[in-house]
Every structure is written in structure tokens, then in C-alpha cells.
Nanobody
Framework: QVRLVESGGGSVQAGGSLRLSCVTSGLPNTFSRRCMGWFRQAPGKEREGVAS????????YFADSVKGRFTISQDNAKRTLYLEMNSLKPEDSAMYYC????????????????????RGQGTQVTVSS
């Protein structure tokens, strides 16, 4: 059974930083060669892909709204995905979800992440001005 468990969210002031973690299980043979990423959703807004990474090569993709501020990374040994968020803005406030498609693939656009079958329960990020 695949499980994705996010943590690390919280409340910060604008300009602050947070590091989200996503511990995975049920992906032991494919964690190091699949598309993984993060999307977010604020109340009343559409789901937005934030960042993705193909774990086989480390190739990353970012939404324009977070480029230069967010970093996505992986720890294959821990089968954990991270999202480092710096210079946070109030518009970054949302529930953040870790996600990966059910079939491992090198196709790793942000649209793949927002439509992924496997996702966690989310962790809330709130940025105050």
C-alpha cells in the first residue's frame, strides 16, 4: 500500500521559511526513478502544481510563482521528498500536498503532479503579512 505523509507546515510571517517533508512507503523499488512533487490548494482556488522532480536524474520543475524561492529535493535512502520554501509570501498560504503518479515515469510536468493518483493528506502553510 502506497502512503505519502507530509509534515513541516505551520504559520510564519512573510519573508520566513519552512521545510516540508514527505515520507513515502510502498514505493521501495521505484522511489529513485519516478516523478514526485508538490501541489497546493487554497480555499476557493484551483489546485496549483508547485514543484516536481524526476528522482532518477534530479531534474526539477517549478511554477513561475515560486522560482528562485522554493527548492525540491529527495533523499533516496530515506525515501523522503522535501520542499524548502524561502521568502514566503501571504499568497503562498495553502494546503500543500505531496504527490506521485501511480505509474513510474520520467514525464514530470507540474500537470502530472496535480493529476497524480497518489497523494498525502496535506500540511497547512499559513503566511501572514
Amino acid at each position: 500500500q502506497v502512503r505519502l505523509v507530509e509534515s513541516g507546515g505551520g504559520s510564519v510571517q512573510a519573508g520566513g521559511s519552512l521545510r516540508l517533508s514527505c515520507v513515502t512507503s510502498g514505493l521501495p523499488n521505484t522511489f529513485s526513478r519516478r516523478c514526485m512533487g508538490w501541489f497546493r490548494q487554497a480555499p476557493g482556488k484551483e489546485r496549483e502544481g508547485v514543484a516536481s522532480i524526476f528522482t532518477g536524474t534530479g531534474t526539477t520543475y517549478f511554477a513561475d510563482s515560486v522560482k528562485g524561492r522554493f527548492t525540491i529535493s529527495q533523499d533516496n535512502a530515506k525515501r523522503t521528498l522535501y520542499l524548502e520554501m524561502n521568502s514566503l509570501k501571504p499568497e503562498d498560504s495553502a494546503m500543500y500536498y505531496c504527490a506521485t503518479p501511480s505509474v513510474p515515469s520520467s514525464e514530470c510536468s507540474l500537470e502530472v503532479i496535480t493529476g497524480s493518483a497518489y497523494r498525502g493528506q496535506g500540511t497547512q502553510v499559513t503566511v501572514s503579512s
